[in-house]
């Protein structure tokens, strides 16, 4: 999978870990001409993929996302909650 996008455009790519690469329709891969289009199309998409990535015409990853990321951001925000105690260790 190329993570290049076309000179002066942007790479969405959208992956889950359900083998996306055999669903009929493929994972999401799409080349935007804007990031600003390129995040709000990846944030669209956040709840149909476990990981969502923006990429820039040299191949340089620029914005992760996807289910993957929020369900991170829960369990560091529950690991806070408490200090001195994991609620996902109990």
């Known amino acids: 999978m190329q993570m290049q ?5 942007y790479r969405v790519i959208g992956l889950d870990p359900v083998d996306t690469l055999t669903w009929p329709s493929g ?14 199309l990846a944030d669209s998409n956040e709840e149909s993929y476990a990981w969502v990535y ?5 191949g340089k990853l620029l914005y992760e996302g996807g ?6 951001e829960r ?9 001195g105690e994991s609620k996902t260790q109990r």
């Open 5 to 9: 996008a076309p000179e002066g455009q």
């Open 27 to 40: 994972p999401l891969w799409k080349d935007c001409e804007t990031f600003a289009e390129a995040r709000d």
């Open 67 to 72: 289910c993957h990321a929020q369900q991170l």
């Open 54 to 58: 923006v990429y820039d015409d040299a």
């Open 75 to 83: 369990i560091q925000k529950l690991n806070q909650d408490v200090p």
